[in-house]
């Protein structure tokens, strides 16, 4: 007996065709599997079928074979990534209850995109909650290393924030330390987008409000001073951002102020800063002249970090 796989069209009453694929083809499985039942005596097939009827397993637990699963675009989306894209939330929810707990709601397309990552950057929080009450990981990260609130730090997206850090919560403290590929973690990244609210309840949830970028070390207020946003500055330090904190290369908030335009930030800043680390340091002022060396001219055309 031969075993034909099923289409699309077969999955429950979903109706794919009626979607924009996006022109997307499809990279088809083996369409036929040779199961081997005709090489089966008779006896041994009355009492294959008897083991059959005596399964008691859950049809949902069985659907995992089911050939839509292994569809997939040239840009390695699935069927669940398609309708979420495309925003058609009915066939998400009905994917969804089909897979319960099942790795394939962790699927990562050519990009590392899960289906959770997609709700978050098409801002449907209602199929993000439905994504992590059914097992979508939201540890997971896609090729720039952002975790789903990694990305709705960086939108701004409040509601899909809230879904996040009130739902699988047990996950929540080991997400707000990771960095993603720039070294940034979510805090840092709330920061620079100036998402003040975001902020605050990052540290509130907690976050380490002196975790350094992995970069040049420095930390949300030196970000702050760097972006010359004197509410930012004001938020961290009323959180308990370290004002004496320390760049890799030895650099105080306050010493990002040499130069800048914002006296006010300066000035609160100098009112905080530990007396001893109000001047330059003489290591620091030969490390400037040992950039500009002739020995090191021969670099400087490597980049880090895009500096």
Known sequence: MDVHLATMS???DCNFDEMDLKNRKMQHCEDRVDSGVDSLK????RKLVEEMENLTMPREKLIYNEPWKQE???DGDTYLHLAIIHEAEGYVIQIIKQ???DSFLNRQNNQRQTALHLAVITEQHQLVEQLLKAGCDPCLVDQSGNTALHIACKRGSLTCFSVLTQIQTQHLRSILTFPNYSGYTCLHIAAIQNYLSMVEVLVQLGADINTKEQCSGRTSLHLAV????????QTLIALGADVNSLTYGGFTPYHLTFGRQNIEIQRQLFDRTAQELIEMTD?????DEEHSSEDDCMYDDIQFCGR
């Open 10 to 12: 077969n999955f429950v």
């Open 99 to 101: 897979c319960q707990n």
């Open 283 to 287: 290591s620091e002022s030969e490390s």
């Open 226 to 233: 760097d972006l010359q946003n004197l509410d930012l500055v």
């Open 72 to 74: 997939v675009t040239e």
């Open 42 to 45: 008779e006896d041994e097939y």
